[in-house]
């Protein structure tokens, strides 16, 4: 019987394979385990006291075994308390205090009368504390158990207790917290939560934002910083994932009941046509995210927040200008933080009427040398193009400061830099036309030009009008001053755009030249300049087409022309005299004879004599101008010839020996 049995669970798919260990041991106790369950189903009465026994040694396999005979058990036993659910429904439907298998019920009184009760809760404890273990390979099973278990739960409370088929809270939480409160927590753990129910239930996805609010505020008040810190990570892993519906209409699947059944818990307030589940899960959403930031942040994490806070976090949030001070907090704080609040700050003060006045100012001084090479400078520009573009109300002085401040930093940034910081001004005075007084400003004293100052005034003419001010080359306006309206901007000049119209990058001094025509041409586009680096630069300048150079085919015969005023050389100037050249030859031997040596060398044949040139068209020697005895040689000089060297052959030179070859006195006479 047992092994028809065991077929048949296989066949609907209740019972897995059995499987062959490399332990025999192993293999045996798991093979005892089977046998526990297939006994029960035997017996047919879940309510006996051999059942009760049986079912307590499987609890204590699942607690105390191997990591194969643990799985072995938690599946045997979720299986028999699942058909232990069941049957108790089934013979409690007619009692008035019907008693059935569910976790609430291990408080009750009479509790005792079904050891059933007490078993399921055990199992349930023993469940959660093997997901609070280190046993990183049963983690995921685990979930899987402990989620079907809820689910069978919660159909039976809701039978029997006159309310609507929802999740129990208690068991999920107590799941919800081994897993954020486990160290030892498997990677895939949170993916097979997160991918197998709550994104695909919305009634999972809201007990867990439930759960969440209700964990985090008891392990601030009850857990050192320490380990709060490390809660943070974990908590920071779960909550970016929650996926908020986007309506009310988009919410529809559910692991247990209906929507129905979640909008008759509590008394919710909707806003305009939002359902109650909806405003529900946003108001529980807002929760977790305000417990979340009590707890101590790391700097990767409070960068992280504030990067997605804008798109993921503030527009499924009940209230967001709950979230003022910590925006504005970090507003202020400089820097990265300062660039990463910017935009959830902006959204609060453009779509929920936050009232935050000093926004530019911070947003002012923002700006410096430095922003043109931070790592989020793309991201801090398209917010302020942004800025610029939606406040319509804004100061002619305030925009001229921003405008004045860009073109100064041009002036020390790097090329692709000055280019953007440029565009961002030029599009500030095309819309402002209140701001374009200061490309050029009429000076109302002139110093002689030969002492204009770019920047200060000289001291030599401070006391011809009394005001410093009044001089040409000085500029009012203060790039220290952290207040835009204090900055003198209003009454400066943009006179750097006269250095960056001369700036070795062309594309810096084409922007700058733009601001002497008449605005007509619209606005830079500035989404092209947002990823340009030098690397990109680069790459531009080496794909362009180089132009060819034509060089003059004439062949020049003089090395300085007769009209030239470098008159240290000279050319010869005697026509009569001939000169013979012979072919030159790259390596030649010199022979150093003393006149007591004689000289052996071998026999070689006769070299023919070369055709002579006349002087007439040999200009190209050149004599110095200094030394007459050079030119005095040269005058005198008839013929001139070039030899080919001796070949390499060992010379023999004699001592002094007085014999010598007839063949060279001859050549010796003739030299």
């Not at 006994?39 to 105390?64: A, C, P, T």
């Not at 004045?404 to 930093?409: A, E, G, P, S, T």
């Amino acid at each position: 019987w047992f092994v028809t049995r065991t077929e048949q669970l296989r066949k609907f798919g209740r019972m897995p394979q059995l499987e062959v260990y490399d332990d025999e041991e192993t293999t045996q106790i798991v093979d005892a385990v089977r046998k526990l369950e297939a006994d029960i189903y035997e017996q047919g009465s879940f309510s006996s006291k051999e059942s009760k026994e049986r079912v307590e040694k499987l609890i204590d396999h699942l607690k105390n075994g191997t990591t194969h005979v643990s799985f072995t058990a938690m599946k045997c036993l979720e299986r028999i308390f699942t058909k232990f659910i069941a049957s108790s429904i089934k013979a409690e439907a007619k009692q008035p205090k019907p008693l059935v298998v569910c976790y609430e019920n291990r408080t009750r009184p009479d509790a005792s009368k079904d050891w059933r009760i007490a078993s399921f809760a055990e199992f349930v404890d023993a469940c959660i504390s093997l997901l609070r273990d280190n046993e990183r390979n049963i983690q995921a099973p685990l979930i899987t158990t402990l989620m079907h278990i809820i689910r069978e739960e919660a159909n039976c409370v809701g039978t029997f207790r006159n309310r609507t088929k929802t999740i129990s809270v208690e068991i999920f939480q107590m799941m919800i917290e081994s897993i954020i409160l486990t160290e030892d927590l498997a990677e895939e753990v949170i993916d097979h939560l997160f991918e197998n129910f709550i994104e695909k239930y919305y009634d999972i996805t809201l007990r867990l934002m439930q759960s969440m609010g209700r964990i985090l505020p008891q392990q601030i008040a009850t857990q050192k910083k320490e380990k709060n810190a490390k809660l943070a990570i974990r908590v920071f892993e779960i909550l970016p994932r929650i996926a908020m519906p986007v309506d009310d209409k988009e919410i529809s699947e559910f692991w247990v009941g209906e929507k129905s059944n979640y909008e008759s818990e509590g008394d919710v307030v909707t806003k305009n046509e939002e359902g109650k589940l909806f405003t529900m899960m946003r108001n529980e959403f807002q929760e977790c995210w305000l417990a979340f930031l009590q707890l101590p942040l790391t700097e990767e994490i409070y960068r992280e927040f504030l990067s997605r806070s804008h798109t993921h976090i503030i527009p499924h949030m009940s209230t967001p200008n709950i979230l003022m001070d910590f925006f504005g907090s970090s507003y202020k704080q400089g820097g990265i933080i300062s660039m990463l609040a910017l935009h959830g700050l902006f959204i609060l003060i453009h779509k929920y009427n936050l009232d935050y006045p000093t926004f530019f100012e911070d947003l002012y001084n923002l700006l410096d040398d430095k922003i043109f090479f931070l790592k989020y400078r793309v991201r801090f520009f398209k917010l302020m193009d942004l800025f610029f573009t939606s406040s319509t109300h804004v100061p002619s002085y305030l925009m001229s400061a921003f405008a004045k401040r860009l073109v100064r930093l041009a002036l020390s940034a790097p090329p692709y830099g000055a280019a953007l910081a440029l565009a961002f001004a030029y599009n500030i005075l095309e819309k402002h036309s209140a701001t374009r007084v200061l490309i050029h400003r009429a000076a109302k004293f002139t110093v002689p030009k030969e002492h204009v100052l770019l920047i200060g005034a000289s001291e030599e003419y401070t006391d011809m009008s009394g005001k410093k001010e009044d001089k040409d080359g000085y500029d009012p306006y203060e790039i220290s001053e952290k207040d835009p309206g204090k900055s003198n901007a209003i009454k400066s000049s943009l006179w750097e755009l006269e250095i960056l119209s001369n700036h070795y990058s062309v594309s810096v001094s084409k922007l700058a030249k733009r601001f002497n025509g008449d605005f007509s041409s619209g606005r830079v586009d500035i989404d092209r300049l947002y990823e340009t680096s030098y690397p990109h630069m680069f790459g531009g300048y080496m794909k362009q087409k180089k132009q060819q150079i034509h060089f003059a085919n004439v062949i020049p015969r003089k090395m300085f022309p007769e009209d030239s005023q470098f008159k240290i050389w000279k050319t010869s100037t005697k026509s009569n005299s001939q000169v013979e050249i012979k072919k030159e030859v790259e390596t030649p031997q010199k022979v150093q004879v003393e006149s007591n040596l004689k000289v052996e060398t071998p026999k070689k044949k006769p070299q023919k004599r070369k055709k002579t040139l006349s002087a007439d068209a040999l200009d190209d020697i050149f004599i110095p101008e200094e030394t007459e005895e050079d030119v005095k040689d040269v005058k005198d000089v008839k013929e001139v010839e070039v030899t080919k060297p001796v070949e390499e052959n060992p010379v023999k030179i004699q001592g002094n020996s007085k014999k010598s070859n007839g063949k060279q006195k001859a050549k010796k006479h003739r030299k």
